[in-house]
């Protein structure tokens, strides 16, 4: 059994196989949490989740890069599905929350985008940290675990986080860092999760260094294939990022019991 704890099953790319998608990956014991990146694709996260008894769970959240805000002007990816810019509404994503849904996401800050003047960017950096906060104030709320999103921004992503002393964990999704913001994450109760980017990145003594109950393991599907999977990027993907690791750990790692816990699935 394993988990795929950041998967996109509710984007655009799986609209007309995901049922059949899914249906393989159940066969063959690969679970997945599909991550919302606006209300859109949460609210199709959470009714996928719904369709299924065990297997296919759900987190919601505005991702950084989805910021109401002039500032920037990015070119979204229609995979997203009805991509707009939005503010954080408690009502409409407290709406969402069920027993399919196991954590706030994907959330958090994104500086890979940048405003082509220090005002703008400093206005920019500081309603991304406001998104960030509101959707960390929800979390606490609703006592779950966060999925983290964070692109060149490590330094005022632990800054944030060590001002608010989040108590329901949660993970670094697609982690690219060094070993010692990755010890300061896990310092703050967060787990590390490890895609496809690790074959693009050399995190090699990154992923040597993290404890086994601090890894999980992840797709970000349809986007990040590992380079010997030959079709589009699915959470049965999620196995060739489990042997990378255990090849490189020299030991095998129980990412189901991990992510199962964090995310309080049985």
């Known amino acids: 059994m394993i988990i795929d704890t950041h998967a996109h099953v509710n984007f655009n790319a799986f609209e007309k196989d995901r049922e059949q998608v899914i249906e393989e990956c159940l066969n063959n014991d690969v679970y997945m949490i599909n991550v919302g990146s606006n209300f859109f694709n949460s609210k199709k996260a959470v009714e996928i989740a719904n369709q299924y008894e065990e297997g296919v769970y759900a987190a919601v959240g505005i991702h950084p890069i989805h910021l109401n805000t002039d500032l920037i002007k990015i070119k979204h990816d229609p995979e997203e599905g009805e991509l707009a810019k939005e503010d954080f509404n408690k009502d409409k994503f407290k709406s969402l929350i069920n027993h399919k849904v196991v954590a706030i996401g994907e959330i958090g800050l994104d500086h890979y985008w940048k405003p082509k003047t220090k005002i703008r960017l400093s206005e920019f950096k500081r309603l991304q940290r406001e998104l960030f906060i509101q959707q960390l104030d929800f979390a606490t709320g609703v006592k779950l675990p966060v999925i983290l999103h964070c692109r060149m921004a490590h330094d005022d992503m632990l ?26 994450y896990m310092d703050l109760g967060f787990h590390i999760g490890l895609n496809g980017i690790i074959f693009k990145f050399d995190i090699d003594d990154v992923i040597r260094g993290i404890p086994e109950d601090k890894i999980l393991f992840e797709t970000d599907c349809p986007y990040l294939s590992p380079p010997d999977y030959k079709r589009r990027n699915d959470p049965m993907g999620v196995m060739l990022i489990k042997e990378r690791v255990e090849d490189l750990r020299n030991a095998g790692v129980n990412g189901f019991k991990n992510a199962a816990s964090l995310f309080d699935i049985s």
């Open 159 to 184: 800054e944030v986080l060590q001002d608010y002393n989040f108590q329901y964990g949660g993970v670094i999704h697609c982690f690219t860092g060094d070993l010692e913001q990755a010890q300061k």
